[in-house]
């Protein structure tokens, strides 16, 4: 008996020796670090590699020209893949990750999967570095602006109808086939759908707060961030530790969504610094209105209303703004609101179903599904080559910038009664960029687009904060409230190098003891 007494412990500390250690953690941004976009986090838990997003640079940055043709890690390699949301800063090197040999799981929400039935399609069309076998139709000059358009599949049905004689095949990429064309090159939006079923054959959608396992042991947790629909924050627990990834985080002034709910206690996490450590004034959330008188003025005055937004989102919440405002006699019901972009509006068919068959997991706030929907009363999709006014033309952001649209640019604002509203990020140093200064200066300006000087006059351009996507710094302080400051170490990703510095001043000062800014490449431990 006294034997069995001494050996039992002994056992137990044998056995214990045998008991796995829990599994080292490492954490490494490789995008939107000192930027805001191409999000890409590598976490290595034990022998298992994870990607939290997966984005494109939307701005090429001198110092690496080919950062999109770029993987931190051997795709082959890689376990599983979070996607936070749709946007293509977090999603558009999918295409490129699969192409590299990644065969596991794309993880996302429901809603996310429907979004990247249609995101995935334009993230693989815009991709000019992937080298292929092009087919194209010789000795044609194309009337688009864009080009001649150039096929990849050998079972789209454009190549299938050409004749041989015209065939013609180039092997490169998308970019070297641009710069041989007189008029340019792009890639053809159905051998795109094709690459892009492939991808969502991986791509598994789950519901907000459901706790899945992981192969390792461990677990993750998609959770509601509010940004645009579908939209996650991701919580992984691995080793041990309670990991959070933001992702892109909403706020309360969205004409659409709610707000993300205060997050969990966790030992780590990331957040978005978009808007560096600042707070919007109360005038932001006046602007709704503001937004709306704007457009009646210009459509009285008779002249065009541009309004450059984002095919995903910020289309939608456009064209419910003025549907609820023509609901409210503030806007007529028959002027023509044109959206000529063919995402835009695929984007737009989502949502409209969505707010008239809500899902399971409601979309929108309550009173967006009393509206009736979100499409205007005389919604266009083709827009006349001599367009007038008055109507309102809702075209992508680049459009601003795009040098193929530099005329347009410059005859739209050459014209006094055109109103240009802008709603989203510009470029500092582009198009975009310029207007939004002599939007603040309130007194109109010169506008260099291309080779010619454009006067602009006061108030022909107003700019609008109100329909960001981003959380200030005091939506964060609310999103991080439950975290336990003297013990979670917070880590500021996506933001400008000046604003992430900002953001985690702001924090430090608000209490929280380990703060950090994401360097590039510089694994955290855990």
């Known amino acids: 008996m006294l034997r069995r007494l001494l050996l039992t412990p002994l056992l137990g500390l044998a056995l214990l020796a045998q008991a796995p250690a829990p599994a080292s953690v490492t954490v490494a941004v490789h995008g939107a670090a000192g930027e805001v976009d191409g999000s890409l986090t590598v976490v290595r838990s034990g022998k298992r590699t994870y990607l939290v997003d997966c984005g494109v640079h939307l701005k090429e940055d001198p110092a690496r020209p080919g950062a999109n043709a770029e993987l931190p890690v051997e795709a082959a390699r890689v376990d599983g893949v979070f996607i936070t949301h749709a946007h293509s800063d977090h999603m558009g090197r999918l295409p490129l990750l699969v192409r590299r040999g ?4 794309i993880h996302t929400t429901r809603t996310s999967e429907l979004m ?49 004689g015209n065939k013609a095949v180039f092997s490169g990429t998308l970019a070297e086939l641009d710069r041989k064309l007189p008029r340019g090159a792009y890639a053809c939006r159905e051998c795109s759908g094709f690459e892009a079923k492939a991808i969502l054959d991986q791509v598994k959608g789950h519901s907000y707060g459901e706790r899945l396992p992981l192969d390792d042991g461990g677990a993750f947790t998609l959770l509601d961030a509010g940004h645009i629909p ?25 004409p659409l969504q709610a707000p993300a709910q205060p997050a969990p206690a966790v030992d780590a996490v990331w957040v978005e610094s978009t808007y560096g450590g600042q707070s919007r004034g109360p005038e932001v959330a006046r602007e709704a209105s503001e937004f709306i008188k704007t457009i009646a003025e210009g459509l009285k005055a ?3 209303v541009w309004i450059p937004a984002y095919a995903l989102d910020r289309t939608q919440k456009v064209l419910y703004l003025i549907r609820r405002a023509q609901a409210l006699r503030q806007l007529p019901f028959e002027t023509p609101v044109y959206v000529p972009s063919r995402t835009a509006l695929a984007y737009t068919v989502l949502y409209e179903k969505e707010a008239e068959q809500p899902a399971l997991e409601r979309w929108f ?55 240009l509203l802008l709603v989203g990020y510009s470029d500092p140093e582009a198009t975009g960029g310029q207007l939004k200064k002599i939007a603040a200066s309130g007194k109109g300006g010169e506008l260099t687009v291309g080779e010619r000087t454009i006067q ?23 999103w991080l409230s439950r975290q336990d400051k003297d013990k979670v170490q917070v880590t500021c990703v996506h933001g400008e190098p000046e604003g992430l510095k900002k953001n985690a001043e702001t924090l430090r000062a608000a209490g929280f003891r380990n703060v950090a800014v994401a360097e590039r490449g510089l694994a955290q431990a855990f």
């Open 102 to 105: 990644f065969r596991g799981p």
């Open 456 to 478: 602009v006059q006061a108030g022909q351009v107003r700019s609008f904060r109100f329909l960001s996507g981003h959380l200030d710094a005091g939506d964060l302080a609310a």
């Open 230 to 254: 579908g939209s996650a924050s991701v919580l992984l627990e691995l080793g041990g530790k309670r990991l959070l990834f933001s992702g892109d985080l909403g706020h309360p002034l969205s």
């Open 302 to 304: 008779g002249g065009i």
């Open 116 to 164: 990247l039935a249609q995101a995935l399609p334009q993230a693989i069309g815009m991709d000019k570095s992937a080298t292929r076998l092009w087919t194209y139709t010789a000795g044609r000059a194309s009337s688009s602006t864009r080009g001649q358009v150039a096929h990849f599949n050998p079972g789209c049905n454009a190549i299938k109808r050409m004749h041989a």
């Open 365 to 419: 706030k309550p009173e967006v599904y009393k509206v009736g929907g979100l499409l205007p009363g005389k919604l266009e999709a083709k827009v006349p080559a001599d367009l007038k006014g008055p109507c309102i033309l809702i075209t992508t952001t680049f459009a601003l910038d795009e040098p193929d649209d530099e005329d347009l640019v410059a005859n739209r604002l050459a014209d006094p009664t055109t109103r």
